[in-house]
C-alpha cells in the first residue's frame, strides 16, 4: 500500500487537515460510542448530595461504593443477574441445539423446498415479538409458567433460531463434504458426522451464533416484563426498572446497578470482538 | 485449515461413494427429523399464537372477569378506528419510523466509514460500536433520561456552558419526542454500523487504486464505489430498522413511560398496557393485528428478495 501510494500525485493541501480531520472522526466515534457509560460509571461514584448540586460535578468529588451497595441491598440484584443469566444461558444452549440440527439438513441433505424453508426462516426473524405478546400471555397462564425462566426461554429461542440457524448453515457449507464423506465410510453416521467432524470444525460459527442467541436473550424487555413481573422472577432489564419509586428516581443506585450489569458485557465484547464482529451480520446480510 | 481451503469450491450437494438410490430415502426422512424441533418450537411459539391473537381479536375476552368471552365480529377494529389514543399512539409509531431509521442510517454509515479506517490498536473502535448494540434498548433509555435531566441532566449542563437556558426536555411533550428519538437514533446507528462495516469490508480495495489511477478523489471514490456496493447492506439495515421502529417500546417505556401526556406512546406500549395492565385481551390483540399487518408488509418487501436469491 506504501509504496502504491507513493506513486500517486502528492496532495499537499490535503495532508495536514486530513490527518486532524481523521483523529477527530476517531474521537467523535469513541464519544459517541463510549460516553454514555463512561457518564454512568461516574454517576455511580458520586453520593445523592453531590448529584443534587447545580452546576452539576463531572468528576465525582468524593467516589465511594455506598451506591454499589445500596443498589445490591435495595432490590435482589443478585437475583436479577441470576435470572438474566440463567435464562439466557439455556435458551442460548437449546437455541444452538436446535439450530445446528436444522442448519445442518438445510446445508447437506435434501429438503424439500429447500428455498421456501429459508424464506420462512427469514420471515420469522422479522416477525415483530409484540404481536406474542398477549396470546403468549394467555398460554403461559394457562399452563401456569408465568414466573417461570421456561415463560421466557421458549419464546427467546424461537426469536433466535433463524439468525442462528443461517449463520451455521454457510459455516457448515464452507465445510468440504468429503470430510464427513470420509467417516461415514468409516462406520460413522449421519448424526456422528455431525457431532465429531462438522460442528467441532464450525465452532467459530457456532461460537458466534451462541453469542447473538445469549444478547437477544439477554436484552429482551417486552415479553419479559408482560411474563415474569414478579420482583423476584424479573431479569435484569425489567429488575432495574424497580428502582425508580412513583416520584422518585434515585440516580445514583440507578447508576450503580446499570454498571453492575454494563460491565459484564463490555468485559465479553472486548475479549470476542472478532467473532461478533465477523457473524454478527452474517444472518442479518445473508438474509 | 489449508487443506479445507483448497477443496472449497467443490459442490455443496453430496455425492456419496454410495449409490444414490440407497441413501436418498434416509437421508430425506433425516432431513426432516432434524428440521421437526424447529417446526415444533415454531408452531407453538410463533403459529398457533399467531392463529389465537387473530382470533382472540374478535372476542371481547378480558382475563380480570369471571364472565365468558363473547364473539364481537369486528367490534374491536371498530373502535380502535375510533380511538383518540390509538390515532395519537400511531402517529407518533410513523414518527419513529420516519426520523429514527434514516437518522441511525446516517449515524451508522458514518460510524462505519470511519471504524473502517485502518486504526493500528482496533479494539477501542470496536468497544465504541458494540458496546452501544449489545445494551439493552432499557438501559439506553434510562442512560438518556438520566442525560435529559432538567436539573442535572449533562446535556442541560452543557446547553448552559454555551448560554443557552435549560430545557425540561421530558416534561415538554415536543422536547420528549425529541429525546426518545435522538435515544433510538443512537441505539439503533450502532446496529447499523456493524452491518455496513460488514458490507464496507467485501469491497476489494482494488476498486479503489483502480479509481485513484483514474484521478478520482476520495468524495467520487465514496460516490461511485462505496456507496453503490453497500447498498445491499444499507437496504437489509433499512429493513430491519424500519421493522424495530414500528415495535419501539422498550425506550420509551424507560424514558417517558409514554408521557408527558402520551406524547412518546407507541403502538407496542397500547398493546401492553391493555393486555397486561388493563386485561383487555379482545382490544389488545386487534391492535397487534394491525400492528402485524404493517411489518408483514414491509417484511414482504425483504423477502420477495430473499426468496428469489434462494432460488438462483
Request: hydrophobic share 55%.
Amino acid at each position: 500500500m506504501n509504496t502504491f501510494s507513493l506513486a500517486l500525485p502528492a496532495r499537499p493541501f490535503t495532508r495536514p487537515y486530513a490527518g486532524l480531520l481523521r483523529w477527530s472522526a476517531l474521537a467523535a466515534v469513541l464519544l459517541n460510542g463510549l460516553f454514555p457509560a463512561a457518564w454512568i460509571l461516574l454517576t455511580a461514584f458520586k453520593n445523592e448530595a453531590e448529584l443534587a448540586q447545580s452546576p452539576i460535578t463531572w468528576l465525582p468529588a468524593h467516589p465511594s461504593l455506598a451506591n454499589f451497595v445500596h443498589a445490591f441491598r435495595d432490590q435482589p440484584l443478585l437475583q436479577f443477574i441470576g435470572n438474566s443469566a440463567g435464562v439466557a444461558a439455556l435458551s442460548t444452549a437449546l437455541t444452538l441445539l436446535v439450530a445446528s440440527g436444522a442448519a445442518y439438513a438445510l446445508a447437506r441433505l435434501q429438503v424439500p423446498r429447500r428455498g421456501l424453508v429459508l424464506a420462512g426462516m427469514v420471515a420469522v426473524a422479522m416477525f415483530p415479538p409484540v404481536a406474542l405478546l398477549t396470546p403468549l400471555f394467555e398460554i403461559m397462564r394457562t399452563l401456569g409458567l408465568l414466573n417461570t425462566w421456561l415463560a421466557l426461554i421458549l419464546p427467546y429461542v424461537v426469536l433466535s433460531l433463524p439468525v442462528c440457524t443461517l449463520t451455521l448453515v454457510s459455516f457448515f457449507q464452507s465445510l468440504p463434504p468429503e470430510l464427513e464423506h470420509a467417516a461415514m465410510v468409516d462406520g460413522c453416521t449421519r448424526l456422528g458426522a455431525l457431532w465429531h467432524i462438522v460442528l467441532p470444525l464450525s465452532a467459530p460459527g457456532v461460537f458466534t451464533a451462541g453469542l447473538l442467541a445469549f444478547v437477544n436473550a439477554w436484552d429482551e424487555f417486552l415479553l419479559s416484563l408482560a411474563l415474569n413481573s414478579a420482583p423476584a422472577h424479573r431479569t435484569l432489564p425489567v429488575g432495574i426498572q424497580l428502582y425508580q419509586g412513583e416520584f422518585t428516581f434515585p440516580w445514583p443506585v440507578i447508576s450503580a446497578a446499570l454498571v453492575v450489569a454494563i460491565v459484564p458485557l463490555a468485559v465479553v465484547i472486548v475479549l470476542f470482538q472478532e467473532r461478533v464482529i465477523g457473524g454478527l451480520t452474517a444472518g442479518a446480510t445473508k438474509g | 485449515m489449508t487443506t479445507l481451503v483448497l477443496s472449497h469450491d467443490t459442490p455443496t450437494m453430496p455425492t456419496p461413494a454410495h449409490p444414490r438410490s440407497a441413501w436418498s430415502l434416509s437421508e430425506r426422512a433425516l432431513a426432516c427429523l432434524l428440521l421437526a424441533p424447529a417446526f415444533v418450537l415454531l408452531a407453538l411459539v410463533v403459529i398457533y399464537p399467531v392463529g389465537r391473537l387473530v382470533y382472540a381479536s374478535l372476542l371481547d375476552l378480558r382475563l380480570s372477569g369471571g364472565s365468558d368471552a363473547h364473539f364481537v365480529g369486528l367490534q374491536n377494529y371498530a373502535d380502535l378506528l375510533n380511538d383518540a389514543d390509538v390515532r395519537h399512539a400511531a402517529l407518533n409509531t410513523l414518527g419513529y419510523v420516519v426520523i429514527t431509521v434514516p437518522g441511525a442510517l446516517l449515524v451508522g454509515l458514518a460510524l462505519a466509514l470511519v471504524a473502517n479506517l485502518a486504526w493500528r490498536i482496533k479494539w477501542p473502535v470496536r468497544l465504541a460500536l458494540l458496546l452501544p448494540w449489545a445494551l439493552p434498548m432499557s438501559f439506553s433509555g434510562l442512560i438518556f433520561a438520566w442525560f435529559f435531566h432538567t436539573d442535572f441532566g449533562v446535556v442541560n449542563d452543557l446547553l448552559c456552558r454555551f448560554g443557552v437556558a435549560p430545557i425540561s426536555f421530558l416534561l415538554s411533550p415536543t422536547w420528549a419526542f425529541v429525546a426518545v428519538c435522538l435515544a433510538s437514533i443512537w441505539k439503533a446507528s450502532s446496529f447499523v454500523a456493524l452491518i455496513v462495516l460488514a458490507g464496507l469490508q467485501t469491497i476489494p480495495a482494488e476498486l479503489y487504486q483502480a479509481a485513484r489511477l483514474d484521478g478520482a478523489g476520495r468524495w467520487a471514490q465514496f460516490r461511485h464505489i462505496t456507496l453503490p456496493l453497500l447498498a445491499p447492506s444499507l437496504a437489509v439495515a433499512a429493513i430491519f430498522r424500519t421493522l424495530a421502529a414500528l415495535q419501539t417500546f422498550d425506550i420509551p417505556y424507560a424514558m417517558t413511560q409514554g408521557g408527558p401526556a402520551r406524547a412518546t406512546e407507541t403502538i407496542a406500549m397500547l398493546i401492553q398496557t391493555n393486555a397486561i395492565d388493563y386485561l383487555d385481551v379482545g382490544y389488545a390483540s386487534a391492535l397487534a393485528v394491525m400492528l402485524f399487518g404493517v411489518s408483514l408488509l414491509v417484511s414482504l418487501l425483504h423477502l420477495r428478495r430473499v426468496y428469489r436469491e434462494a432460488n438462483a
